[in-house]
Every structure is written in structure tokens, then in C-alpha cells.
């Protein structure tokens, strides 16, 4: 079962492994949030797959004696909802423009996983989806409370969203999920630069200070944010040099050596040098 690590007081969390889903880790690339709030329990993601989510749900009545309630999908991302289906009695929430992406898509992301996973996704079937049918907000609202929460929502790229949310009382915490890989190089695949750049600015204002949990990686802090907003800026340099220079695709590695030592480089830094690469290469040849 999976294991609920105390936070405090009616918090628990649910660690992960770093890289991307796989068979080895079994999909389990993000961290989730367990938060008591009177007789409701919140659960923030529930894990990439059904067979995940029946031992996060069974490792809850375990250890707490009680049932998840409520359910947020901060994004639309197979790896963190794929387990909605192991909670039937509990209500699923997502900001408006998640809910449509999820439903609109959580067939091919599921398919997608479950060829990432191989055996370890036997129990992805189309039967299983379940996405979020209360929304959190109004459509287009960007801030609100929802239990025990605050919520905050930034962009990775249009149209979709993603929900950052603080949790309320003494001691706040700031769930960042996709937006944040503590100690390590951030993912850029499916983001737009200038958005995300912009989110990370909101996202370090808004948790004046607060310890923050991520994508991956434990706990982080302000600092983890500058250092996702030094390394895009340094790939945005290198990339757009590269182009003026006339490279053609590959010819140049493009390696940062300030972050090559963090574990997830040599995975994620060339899909990111990819990903820049095609999204900057029009705005210089136009």
C-alpha cells in the first residue's frame, strides 16, 4: 500500500518517484496531498492507475479508519487522475477547463499511459475513467477557497489550466502540481515559455514564503521557482542563438552545464531543447 507520511495535524503525503511514468515506477511521477477538514477528507490527485488508487484508498481506511470524500484534479495529466475510479463515493473537482480537457481527452491520455506502463497498467481500461464533474470556480474565475484551501489558477499554455492550492491555518502549504520539480530541471513539454514564466512569477508571490510541494522532488521552496525560471531563460538563450546562427535541428546539443548534474537532466533536458525549439523556430524564421 501505498505509504501516508505525516504532515501535521489532518495532513498526510504521498511521495513519488522521479522521471516519467514508466514501467519500473509504475506511473507513480506525482506527488498527492491528503488533508482532514472536519468530516470531509481530501485527497489532491489519485494516481495513475485504478490498482493504484484501490491501495491509496485501502492504505487510507487502514491507517485513518475513514474514506476519501473529495477529490481535485489540479490538471488534465492521466498520471495523477487515472485512480478517480477507485473512490466511487467521493465527489471529483477541476477547474472548468480541466473538466472539458479530461473529458474531451482522457481516452487517448489513458491509452498513451498505459502503453508507458506495460504490465503495470493492466487495470487502464476506458471503463474506469472517471473525470471531475464539479467545478472549482466560476469559468474563467482565477482565485477562490475551495474546504480547506485557497486556490490559485495559472496557465501552462491555452486553454488549459492548472490549480495551485495553499492550504489555510497556521502552518500553509502550497500544493504546485506541474509546475514544480524540486531539485531538479523543470518539464516543459506541453507548456507555452511565456506563460509558464509568468506562473512561476504568480506562483512564487502567491506562497510568500510557505514550504511548497510539487511534481516531484519533496519539499521546496522560493528558491526551487528562480531556479525553473534561470534555467528556461538560459534554454530560451541558447536555443534562440542557435537559430540566428542558422543550426539546423541537432547539430548543436545545446547542454547547460549548471544543470546537468540534477538527476532528470539527461531525460527531460533534450525534450525540452526540443519542445523550445519547435515553438521558437517560427518566431525566427517568419
Not at 479530461?102 to 487502464?124: I, N, P, Y
Not at 534555467?231 to 538563450?237: E, H, K, M
Not at 531525460?267 to 523550445?276: A, D, E, F, S
Request: proline fraction near 8%; charged fraction near 20%.
Amino acid at each position: 500500500m501505498p505509504a501516508l507520511q505525516p504532515l501535521g495535524r489532518q495532513r498526510w503525503w504521498v511521495a513519488a518517484e522521479r522521471g516519467e511514468p514508466d514501467a519500473a515506477n509504475a506511473g507513480r511521477t506525482v506527488q498527492l496531498l491528503l488533508v482532514g477538514d472536519g468530516a470531509r477528507l481530501w485527497l489532491v490527485g489519485s494516481g495513475p492507475t485504478p490498482a493504484f488508487g484501490a491501495a491509496l484508498a485501502c492504505a487510507v481506511r487502514w491507517t485513518l479508519h475513514r474514506s476519501v470524500t473529495d477529490i481535485v484534479n489540479t490538471r488534465a495529466a492521466p498520471e495523477l487522475a487515472m485512480g478517480n475510479g477507485a473512490f466511487p463515493g467521493a465527489r471529483l473537482w477541476a477547474l472548468p477547463d480541466v473538466a472539458r480537457a479530461m473529458q474531451a481527452r482522457c481516452g487517448v491520455c489513458q491509452a498513451r499511459l498505459k502503453d508507458q506502463l506495460g504490465a503495470a497498467g493492466a487495470s487502464l481500461q476506458p471503463a474506469a475513467i472517471r473525470a471531475p464533474t464539479r467545478p472549482v470556480g466560476r469559468e474563467g474565475q482565477t482565485t477562490g477557497r475551495l474546504g480547506p484551501f485557497d486556490w490559485l489558477a495559472l496557465p501552462r499554455s491555452v486553454p488549459e489550466r492548472t490549480l495551485v492550492l495553499r492550504l489555510r491555518g497556521a502552518d500553509p502549504l502550497v500544493l504546485a502540481q506541474g509546475l514544480l520539480w524540486v531539485g531538479d530541471v523543470p518539464e516543459l513539454r506541453g507548456s507555452r515559455a511565456d506563460l509558464l514564466l509568468a506562473s512561476w512569477r504568480a506562483l512564487r508571490d502567491w506562497a510568500a514564503g510557505s514550504p511548497l510541494l510539487g511534481e516531484q522532488g519533496g519539499f521546496g521552496h522560493a528558491r526551487d521557482i528562480d531556479a525553473h525560471i534561470d534555467y528556461l531563460q538560459a534554454l530560451q538563450a541558447a536555443t534562440e542563438a542557435a537559430l540566428a546562427r542558422g543550426d539546423l535541428w541537432g547539430a548543436s546539443p545545446l547542454d547547460l552545464p549548471a544543470w546537468q548534474p540534477l538527476p532528470g537532466y539527461a531525460l527531460r533536458h533534450p525534450l525540452n531543447v526540443q519542445h523550445l525549439w519547435l515553438a521558437l523556430e517560427p518566431t525566427i524564421f517568419r
